[in-house]
């Protein structure tokens, strides 16, 4: 009975030796909900979506490759706690802006969360925690016989330091062109166009690209 006991003890999982259950951990790739397929070169957002039903006392995310795909993530990760079936629970959210780079049907691998949890029984276990895999259909770019410049939306600002009809000859100004872009990478912005004017000398300063990274995609500002 002692043998055959200790036979069903170790074929059970080894999480559940050590005191933790399968329904413990869940880990979800999530795409956002859209009304059309995404297109060459279009930002889709990701979520990464973890929760831990007990504590985790470190964590590390392996991402696979993404072939196929441009990527950013947008931001650090998010831990939290809520409340789910009446009990406290941790949460994760990672968010990503993945842009693809050829149509067809793409495939966003499962991510694996390197775990070391403590078990029901006191001890810490390590855990490699496998999330689900996504597949999606990635349409065709447009036609637009030039540069693709797929967004979710743009404000452009024109300034100038004196207004450009009031200027004397030999007079100068300064004139400042600000894009606000939704949506894309610093990279993926056309770049600023040769500057002519008849009567006028040009001088182009460089252009400068900055970023911030939010939930909802990258916010570029291009001057």
Partial sequence: MRWLLAL????????AQQGIDPGDIRLELVLEERDHAPL?????????????KIPVVRE????????????????EDRWYKEREDGF????MERR??????????????????GLEMLGRNGRTVPVDHVSNSLSLSVAPRPDTGGWWFPVRGI????????????????????????LVVDGTAPQR????????????FIFPHPEHRIVALGPNGPRTRVF
């Fill in 96 to 113: 990503m802006a993945l842009f693809p780079q050829r149509t067809g049907e793409l495939e966003v691998p499962a991510f694996t969360h």
């Fill in 189 to 200: 912005i056309p770049p600023m166009p040769e500057m002519t004017g008849a009567g006028a």
């Fill in 88 to 91: 406290e629970v941790l949460k």
């Fill in 60 to 75: 590390k995310m392996h991402q696979p490759v993404l072939d196929g795909f441009d990527w950013m993530q947008l931001g």
């Fill in 40 to 52: 060459q070169g279009e930002m889709i957002l990701l979520s990464i979506q973890g929760t831990y």
């Fill in 155 to 178: 404000e452009i600002a024109d300034n100038w330091s004196n207004q450009p009809e009031a200027l004397a000859a030999g007079a100068a100004a300064l004139r400042v062109v600000s």
């Fill in 8 to 15: 069903l003890i170790s074929s059970l999982p080894a999480q």
